[in-house]
Every structure is written in structure tokens, then in C-alpha cells.
């Protein structure tokens, strides 16, 4: 596969991804603050999700429910909006329409388009509900027609790829913003206010039924351990982790305890990790730092994807048989 399909491929589901992330994220905490008046504590978190807390000072002067959504949901010139993320998207796919079948090139030519038209309506501020729960379901029609239409080849794989790789960055995003801001003072732990925002929290990740389903009281070491740590819920860092194992596995042809890129092994490395990671001693160490950690190790897998398979250099072929011993973290 020519590194430019693969790379498009990648970031087309990549893209899709942000943006329902997003949109949940936002989703949720629009609904909380229909019962909070404290409007600005609770929209200020979202920005800090995207790390983009810089850009939107530049063009609001404070965080409140309608320019928190303006910028998240429909600002053009925020490269992640959900408006912008699916323009990206609609284009990645756009160059490779030859390539991906039919049917998933008209699934994301029309969600762009729905998304255009609802980002010029006046009144898109007034009830937001109804756009985010479109994108939702929009971003799951088009994950099943990637598993129900393309063939499940190397394109098949860095689309996986770049789904897990961008739910993994996200889910550990939403619980950082938790630990790190949502709570405003020591004697809410354990209250109402506590207990609504945790509740919120699994909502914003698709994990309020399965977390009741597995523990039944909300408990902040379990709420780490399914989001972080679980190997069967799918949006956990640790499922996502090792889905992108998996896939880029398959792509470089390597076999098991074997890697020949570095992404490879960067991979193996934090998927032991969080293999061999429990969830009260993350909790007691600190989930920010351990948060921390974690997406700078995401961030290096996806800057060595990228200059694995798509730089478009000569690699040479470097074959390394790896152990448990001697691995990061």
C-alpha cells in the first residue's frame, strides 16, 4: 500500500473519532449544566481536554456554555473542532475514494455535509442536543461500514489503528480533566456533587452501564480501573492499547515477541505497562502524573507511526526480539 493511501486512511478514521469524541464529551456536560447555574466551572474543563487552552483565549474572553460549544463543535478556524476534524476527514477520504469502498465515501461525504449545514444555521446554539447526538450516531454508522465494507487488509489496519490510537488519547484525557480540575474543593469527595460528576464522567466515555454492570457503586479506583486498566471494556487505554498492538502487528508483518519498528515497540512497551498496572496504586501514586505519562508515550507511538509508514523514507528493516525485561514503565 503506497504510504500517502495509508496515511490518508489512518487519519480519516482518526479525525472521526475527535469528533465523536467531542461531541460525547460536550454532550454530557451540556446536560449537567442544565441542572448547575455554576455554568463557567463546569464548561473551563472541556477546553482543557484538547489542550488547546491558548487558541481559545485568542478568540473568547471567557468559558461559558456558548463559546465553549462555538469553539469546540463549530469554529473554522480551530483545527479541532468537530467541524473541522470531519472536513478533515471528508478529505482524507476524498484522495483516496478510489480506494475505500462506495458506500463508506458517501456515509462521510453526507455526515460532512450534514455538519456544514447545521454550522451555518443561526439558531445552532439554542439546543445542541440534537447535532451531537448526530455526530455520535453518524461516527458509529461509520465504523460499521468500515468492518461490514472494506476488505480487512493493511487499509482495514490503519484505520483501526487510527481509531484505538485516538480513543486511547481521549479516554485518558477525560479522566485527567476529572482528577484534575472537575472537583472543586476536598469536602465534595464522596458527595452528591462528586458522585454526579463521576456518573458524568462514564456517561462521556459510553461506560455508565458496563461500570454498574461490573462494580455497582461508583467508586473512583474502579471508574480508573475500567477506563485505564480493563482489557475487555472497548474504550479503555488498555483495550485501545492493545487493539493498536494488534493492528500494527499485522500491518509490518512481525511475529509475535518480534519487532522491526520502532512504533512496534513503543507499543509492547506500554501495553506491558498497563497489563502490569493495578488500579490502587495508580490512584495512589497520582492519575495525573500516571495520565501524564501515558499520552506522551501515545503521542511518541503516533510520531513514530508516522515516521515508520508514511515518511515515505527507506526503512531499514531492523528485526529485534523483544523481552519482558528492560521495557519502559
Known amino acids: 500500500m503506497l504510504s500517502r493511501v495509508a496515511e490518508s486512511i489512518f487519519w480519516m478514521c482518526r479525525y472521526i473519532e475527535r469528533a465523536e469524541n467531542i461531541a460525547r464529551v460536550v454532550n454530557v456536560n451540556w446536560h449537567l449544566a442544565l441542572d448547575d447555574n455554576?455554568?463557567?466551572?463546569?464548561w473551563l474543563p472541556l477546553i482543557s481536554i484538547t489542550a488547546d487552552e491558548a487558541l481559545f483565549a485568542e478568540k473568547y474572553d471567557s468559558a461559558t456554555q456558548a463559546n465553549v460549544i462555538e469553539f469546540l463543535a463549530f469554529d473554522r478556524d480551530y483545527?479541532?473542532?468537530?467541524?473541522?476534524?470531519?472536513?478533515?476527514?471528508?478529505?482524507?477520504?476524498r484522495t483516496v475514494r478510489e480506494i475505500i469502498p462506495t458506500d463508506l465515501w458517501e456515509q462521510v461525504n453526507t455526515f460532512y455535509q450534514q455538519v456544514d449545514a447545521?454550522?451555518?444555521?443561526?439558531?445552532?446554539?439554542?439546543?445542541?442536543?440534537?447535532f451531537f447526538e448526530l455526530v455520535i450516531k453518524e461516527s458509529n454508522e461509520f465504523i460499521g461500514r468500515t468492518l461490514t465494507t472494506m476488505t480487512h487488509d493493511d487499509g482495514w489496519f490503519f484505520c483501526r489503528a487510527g481509531r484505538m490510537l485516538e480513543r486511547a488519547d481521549k479516554t485518558s484525557r477525560i479522566l485527567d480533566v476529572k482528577y484534575f480540575y472537575l472537583l472543586p474543593t476536598a469536602d465534595d469527595v464522596g458527595s452528591?456533587?462528586?458522585?454526579?460528576?463521576?456518573?458524568?464522567?462514564?456517561?462521556s466515555a459510553s461506560a455508565l452501564q458496563a461500570y454498574r454492570q461490573t462494580y455497582g457503586?461508583?467508586?473512583?479506583?474502579?471508574?480508573?480501573?475500567?477506563?485505564?486498566?480493563?482489557?475487555?471494556f472497548p474504550r479503555s487505554v488498555r483495550y485501545c492499547v492493545e487493539s493498536l498492538q494488534f493492528a500494527i502487528a499485522r500491518i509490518a508483518g512481525s511475529y509475535?515477541?518480534?519487532?522491526?519498528?520502532?512504533?512496534?515497540?513503543?507499543?509492547?512497551q506500554l501495553h506491558s505497562?498497563?497489563?502490569?498496572?493495578?488500579?490502587?496504586?495508580?490512584?495512589?501514586a497520582g492519575v495525573h502524573e500516571f495520565v501524564d505519562s501515558l499520552q506522551i508515550k501515545l503521542n511518541r507511538i503516533g510520531g513514530a507511526i508516522s515516521d515508520g509508514f508514511f515518511s515515505g523514507k527507506p526503512l531499514e528493516r531492523r528485526t529485534h526480539r523483544t523481552s519482558m525485561q528492560g521495557q519502559e514503565g
Do not use: F
Request: net charge negative.
Open 38 to 42: 455554576s455554568s463557567e466551572p463546569q
Open 79 to 93: 483545527p479541532n473542532s468537530i467541524y473541522c476534524c470531519l472536513k478533515a476527514a471528508r478529505e482524507n477520504a
Open 118 to 130: 447545521i454550522s451555518k444555521a443561526p439558531d445552532r446554539l439554542v439546543s445542541p442536543r440534537l
Open 192 to 203: 452528591q456533587v462528586d458522585n454526579i460528576q463521576w456518573s458524568a464522567l462514564l456517561r
Open 217 to 232: 457503586q461508583i467508586l473512583p479506583v474502579n471508574v480508573c480501573h475500567l477506563l485505564l486498566l480493563s482489557n475487555a
Open 256 to 268: 509475535t515477541g518480534e519487532y522491526t519498528y520502532d512504533c512496534e515497540r513503543y507499543c509492547n
Open 273 to 284: 505497562q498497563l497489563a502490569c498496572a493495578k488500579a490502587d496504586e495508580v490512584v495512589l
